[in-house]
């Protein structure tokens, strides 16, 4: 049975310590959209990216990082790269923190002077050795068909991985098909959609094949959705593949229900089910909601004595003789 997520607790979290949604949602072992979702229904403000972003940094360094330091650096001859560095930073943080305090460093003269010494010197030593020139060349082709290498694979088994992995694996491979020179407003379909090749354990590479990708409009694409307009059969007679050849174990899609923890089947028309059936839900999320109910203070309505009860909860009488009483009098009067 998943933990419940009380509001002062996740104010606390949240707004006081300024943990981020990703952090939360490790501590108490369920999805950020959890985490999220409990924010909305609470009230909770939510930060922007720039004050998430500043407090991890800020988390990470253990003080605030200024532009008025990251200058002092620049000044001293280094590069926003070498800064980066020093700090322990990504660049973009850098140029980020200077962009927002109204500074381009490249528009700095003694920026721009550093930069005119540092390529005179990067270009005389490498013309002037051609063999370390073909080197460099060299590496950076082996670099780049090794990338390629990594990439074929990890396409070749999307299927076996979540349907994210799988789709980013065929829109990159389409990609590579058609790149940016198509018309504007035309979309990249496939004729045999993903949905229906990630449920069949068709492989991106295959599914991906010029044969079964077309320009449709963004209309007629939001219209078609996941179906398919060709069968299996045609995919692989079109794409000149052998079943056998392309045929590998499909992952099973299963999940553990939030409220009893059985295991249940899901598809990806509903990929984010949590539940095994309806009355799973609806008991999580009645207790739920008892457990962040606040306890308030109630007179009987039959000997007058103050009781703490649950807010959510519709009680009237403090105790079981005077509920019976109360039960008593009400089957009177209805009669």
Excluded at 315 to 331: D, I, L, Q, W, Y
Aim: charged residues 35%; hydrophobic residues 30%.
């Amino acid at each position: 049975m998943a933990k419940h997520i009380p509001k002062k607790e996740l104010i606390d979290l949240y707004i006081n310590q300024k943990m981020s949604i990703n952090a939360i949602s490790k501590n108490y072992n369920c999805d950020f959209r959890t985490i999220r979702k409990r924010i909305d229904e609470y009230g909770i403000p939510i930060r922007s990216r720039k004050e998430q972003r500043e407090k991890e940094v800020e988390i990470k360094l253990g003080f605030p990082l200024t532009s008025e330091m990251i200058m002092q650096k620049i000044n001293e001859g280094m590069f926003v790269y070498q800064v980066a560095e020093h700090f322990g930073v990504d660049r973009k943080t850098i140029t980020r923190r200077l962009k927002e305090a109204g500074i381009e460093v490249t528009q700095l003269e003694s920026h721009q002077k550093l930069m005119e010494e540092h390529n005179k010197q990067t270009s005389l030593e490498m013309w002037e050795d051609p063999n370390r020139h073909k080197e460099h060349m060299e590496r950076l082709k082996d670099i780049n068909e090794k990338r390629i290498e990594k990439a074929d694979v990890r396409y070749e088994m999307a299927h076996l991985n979540s349907i994210r992995e799988y789709k980013k694996a065929c829109v990159r491979i389409a990609n590579r098909h058609y790149g940016t020179d198509r018309p504007e407003g035309m979309h990249i379909d496939h004729k045999y959609s993903i949905h229906d090749g990630y449920m069949n354990g068709v492989s991106a590479p295959v599914l991906s094949h010029p044969f079964n990708l077309r320009l449709i409009t963004a209309e007629e694409n939001l219209l078609k959705g996941y179906e398919s307009i060709i069968t299996l059969e045609e995919l692989y007679k079109g794409t000149g593949q052998k079943w056998d050849d392309s045929k590998k174990e499909i992952k099973s899609l299963k999940r553990h229900c939030l409220y009893c923890g059985d295991e249940f089947p899901y598809d990806n028309k509903f990929k984010y089910k949590r539940f095994c059936d309806k009355d799973c839900r609806r008991k999580y999320k009645y207790e739920e909601e008892v457990a962040n109910s606040k306890i308030v203070n109630r007179n009987c309505v039959i000997c007058g004595k103050p009781f703490p009860i649950k807010e959510i909860f519709t009680t009237v009488t403090c105790g079981r003789e005077c509920a019976a009483k109360h039960n008593h009098s009400r089957r009177k009067q209805n009669k």
